[in-house]
């Protein structure tokens, strides 16, 4: 019996192996979480029964670093035009969009289905705030947040993808984000893109700080410049009691860095519990040494970044594939590697987002993705289709498709 198409209150999978499991077991499902496992859970009522048939059973899938407002998913191809730097690339974005001229609740919608059918359950995206589109794109967003609601969990991150400084009334903007429903600002490059790291970083922490919300930065900065960078985070961090709300992504410098300039950096993120998100990029870029940071207890998530937008054709929106990614340009060879990568997608972006009763045991919601693989290792070598996703106890998507209304 099948639970497709309508909300089941009771529902029970069995011969599901969970992740860490060395066999499988069965798990009961009742008011959208798990309420029993094992024997206990095959002698829960069930007016649904599901056979996992082996099937590994993960976590819902946790996209902590998306752009969902400019992704160009489902229009016609368009070929990738933007130069080598961070600025060629933002005034690319800004002069495609303004001519293509696209709906960012649409476009939302399009990617966040196709992320919903590949197991993300939870979302945090970066939504565009500045002089030109003002507050549309976190209005537009808000909508879509509001729509795919039974599918999906999302947090909005109020983005200055054009810098502070450099453009007045930003920080009004962002301020006036977090009122109408922002979870987070952001902040990018305080020194390269904005040339005055203290007026960026001391706008947006006093904003932090005055609205009770967290901070996730996009730090592209390289070398000893995004070192300084960091270190300037770091004291804000501290100064304002901000502890484990701060996350840093991409954080390219980490990457770079000798043992005795990344070791007291490492410590100090560590012990102010600031996150730090890669997607690993390939090529010539660096990235944090993932095991490193982990080794110092550095808190790591993961995320898609851009998915076929102006900055970039690539990227699948695709959680299983992106831990794949991170453990493949880590250089990950062994069974450890690859289920530290496949943490940053679950786990890791749960922690960030602060996602209550997560994971895969009595009490947690029941956001789940089943796929073929005897073990985590191999969901992550393998990522392979999706065959079932559980949205607080909701089938949501079967087989690698959604079961969604399609965007328009």
């Given at each position: 019996?099948?639970?497709q198409?309508?909300p089941?209150?009771?529902?029970?999978i069995?011969?599901?192996?969970?992740?860490?499991?060395?066999?499988?077991t069965?798990?009961?499902?009742?008011?959208?979480?798990?309420?029993?496992?094992?024997?206990?859970?095959?002698?829960?009522?069930?007016?649904?029964?599901?056979?996992?048939?082996?099937q590994?059973?993960?976590?819902?899938?946790?996209?902590?670093?998306?752009?969902?407002?400019?992704?160009?998913?489902?229009?016609?191809?368009?070929p990738?035009?933007a130069?080598p730097?961070i600025?060629?690339?933002?005034d690319?974005?800004?002069?495609?969009?303004?001519?293509?001229?696209l709906?960012?609740?649409?476009?939302?919608?399009?990617?966040?289905?196709?992320?919903?059918?590949?197991?993300?359950?939870?979302?945090?995206?970066h939504?565009?705030?500045?002089?030109?589109?003002?507050?549309?794109?976190?209005?537009?967003?808000?909508?879509t947040?509001?729509?795919?609601?039974?599918?999906?969990?999302?947090?909005?991150?109020?983005?200055?993808?054009?810098g502070?400084?450099?453009?007045p009334?930003?920080?009004?903007?962002?301020?006036?984000?977090?009122?109408?429903?922002?979870d987070?600002?952001?902040?990018?490059?305080?020194?390269?893109?904005?040339?005055?790291?203290?007026?960026?970083?001391?706008?947006?922490?006093?904003?932090?700080?005055?609205?009770?919300?967290?901070?996730?930065?996009?730090?592209?900065?390289?070398?000893?410049?995004?070192?300084?960078?960091?270190?300037?985070?770091?004291?804000r961090t501290?100064?304002?009691?901000?502890?484990?709300?701060?996350?840093?992504?991409?954080?390219?410098c980490?990457?770079?860095?000798?043992?005795?300039?990344?070791?007291?950096?490492?410590?100090?993120?560590?012990?102010?519990?600031?996150?730090?998100?890669?997607?690993?990029?390939?090529?010539?870029?660096?990235?944090?040494?993932?095991?490193?940071?982990?080794?110092?207890?550095?808190?790591?998530?993961?995320?898609?970044?851009?998915?076929?937008?102006?900055?970039?054709?690539?990227?699948?929106?695709?959680?299983?594939?992106?831990?794949?990614?991170?453990?493949?340009?880590?250089?990950?060879?062994?069974?450890?590697?690859?289920?530290?990568?496949?943490?940053?997608?679950?786990?890791?972006?749960?922690r960030?987002?602060?996602?209550?009763d997560?994971g895969?045991?009595v009490?947690?919601?029941?956001?789940?993705?089943?796929?073929?693989?005897?073990?985590?290792?191999e969901?992550?070598?393998?990522?392979?289709?999706?065959?079932?996703?559980?949205?607080?106890?909701?089938?949501v998507?079967?087989?690698?498709?959604?079961?969604?209304?399609?965007?328009?």
């Amino acid at each position: 019996r099948s639970a497709q198409g309508s909300p089941v209150n009771e529902l029970r999978i069995e011969g599901a192996r969970r992740w860490g499991d060395p066999a499988p077991t069965a798990l009961a499902i009742r008011g959208g979480r798990i309420v029993a496992l094992g024997a206990d859970a095959d002698a829960q009522p069930a007016s649904a029964t599901i056979d996992a048939r082996g099937q590994l059973v993960l976590p819902g899938l946790v996209d902590g670093h998306a752009h969902l407002d400019k992704t160009l998913w489902g229009e016609r191809w368009h070929p990738h035009q933007a130069g080598p730097t961070i600025a060629e690339r933002i005034d690319n974005e800004r002069r495609v969009l303004r001519g293509l001229k696209l709906s960012a609740a649409r476009q939302s919608a399009r990617l966040l289905r196709h992320m919903v059918a590949r197991g993300t359950t939870h979302v945090r995206t970066h939504v565009d705030v500045g002089p030109e589109m003002r507050l549309a794109h976190l209005h537009d967003l808000l909508h879509t947040r509001a729509a795919c609601a039974g599918a999906v969990d999302m947090q909005i991150v109020a983005f200055p993808q054009g810098g502070v400084v450099r453009q007045p009334g930003t920080l009004d903007l962002l301020d006036a984000a977090v009122r109408e429903g922002a979870d987070a600002i952001g902040g990018i490059d305080p020194s390269a893109l904005d040339g005055d790291a203290a007026g960026q970083l001391d706008g947006i922490f006093a904003i932090a700080s005055r609205r009770d919300c967290e901070l996730d930065l996009h730090l592209h900065e390289r070398g000893e410049q995004g070192a300084r960078s960091i270190g300037m985070i770091c004291d804000r961090t501290q100064a304002l009691g901000l502890n484990g709300r701060v996350a840093i992504g991409h954080a390219f410098c980490l990457g770079e860095l000798p043992p005795a300039a990344l070791d007291p950096l490492l410590e100090r993120l560590a012990m102010l519990d600031i996150a730090v998100m890669t997607h690993a990029p390939g090529g010539y870029m660096p990235f944090p040494p993932v095991r490193r940071l982990a080794e110092a207890g550095v808190h790591l998530f993961t995320g898609s970044d851009g998915v076929r937008d102006t900055w970039t054709p690539m990227n699948t929106g695709d959680l299983l594939e992106r831990a794949y990614l991170v453990a493949y340009n880590s250089g990950f060879r062994d069974d450890a590697g690859l289920e530290l990568a496949l943490g940053m997608a679950t786990w890791g972006g749960a922690r960030v987002m602060r996602v209550p009763d997560y994971g895969l045991d009595v009490g947690c919601c029941a956001d789940l993705v089943l796929v073929e693989a005897e073990c985590a290792a191999e969901a992550v070598a393998a990522h392979p289709p999706r065959r079932l996703v559980l949205k607080r106890g909701r089938i949501v998507a079967r087989e690698g498709v959604a079961l969604l209304p399609a965007a328009a």
